[in-house]
């Protein structure tokens, strides 16, 4: 069955540092999607991606959070200054199209930054 | 401001229970999606919803649009049924999705 794989699984970096969260979405799916979720609370909505750029981001989405397609099958999160309160797990999804249709989630990168 | 709200928020029930689950948006959506967490952490889609009512097994979902809620049930519970629940609506541009708290059940053999 085809799934949403993400890499690393966990990732510890110093404030400051530059992070490069990475998913490979479903082949055959056109619209890719980021979320969060902070240790305790919900899942939170970061960013959702097609053709090539941004279609929809929420406010937690600001300067230091950017979002590529840099080969075809990668789809990436990068942070470029992280924050303590960056701390969190990181999904990435993907589906076939937007709205009606079924999103498959990847496995999650827990990000602890110190 | 909460666009999806979830109860109960936590539930402990004994093997064989039926469960029930709700969900309520406010939002405009396109479709409703149930998905169950794990506790360590993957996020499995159970079902996608935009009218009516789905089967799996012995979990059912059903949706009422014009009430803006939807509940998903579960059948002759089991201990595997732990897990957090989270009701999740996609919006009607199709490109966001909002999240609710979840329902964190426990079921005890």
């Known amino acids: 069955e085809p799934e949403v794989t993400q890499t690393p699984s966990h990732q510890v970096t110093q404030m400051g540092q530059e992070v490069i969260l990475r998913c490979v979405p479903i082949s055959n799916h056109l619209y890719f999607y980021w979320y969060r979720q902070i240790l305790g609370q919900k899942v939170e909505f970061l960013v959702s991606f097609y053709n090539n750029e941004i279609s929809e981001k929420s406010e937690i989405f600001d300067d230091q959070f950017s979002v590529e397609r840099p080969d075809g099958s990668n789809f990436t999160l990068k942070i470029r200054s992280t924050k303590l309160e960056d701390s969190a797990m990181y999904f990435c999804?993907?589906?076939?199209?937007?709205?009606?249709?079924?999103?498959?989630f990847g496995q999650g990168t827990r990000l602890t930054v110190v | 401001k909460n666009e999806v709200e979830q109860s109960p928020q936590n539930l402990t029930a004994q093997e064989g229970e039926f469960i029930t689950i709700n969900c309520s948006y406010s939002?405009?959506?396109?479709?409703l999606h149930w998905l169950q967490q794990h506790p360590g952490g993957g996020i499995v889609s159970l079902f996608m919803l935009s009218s009516g009512k789905k089967k799996h097994g012995r979990l059912i979902a059903t949706i009422n649009i014009q009430e803006k809620h939807s509940s998903l049930h579960i059948t002759a519970s089991h201990p595997r049924d732990s897990a957090v629940y989270i009701c999740a609506v996609t919006s009607n541009t199709g490109n966001q999705f909002y999240f609710g708290t979840g329902t964190s059940l426990t079921v005890i053999p």
């Open positions: 939002v405009g959506i396109s479709a």
């Open positions: 999804a993907s589906s076939q199209e937007a709205g009606n249709t079924e999103a498959f």
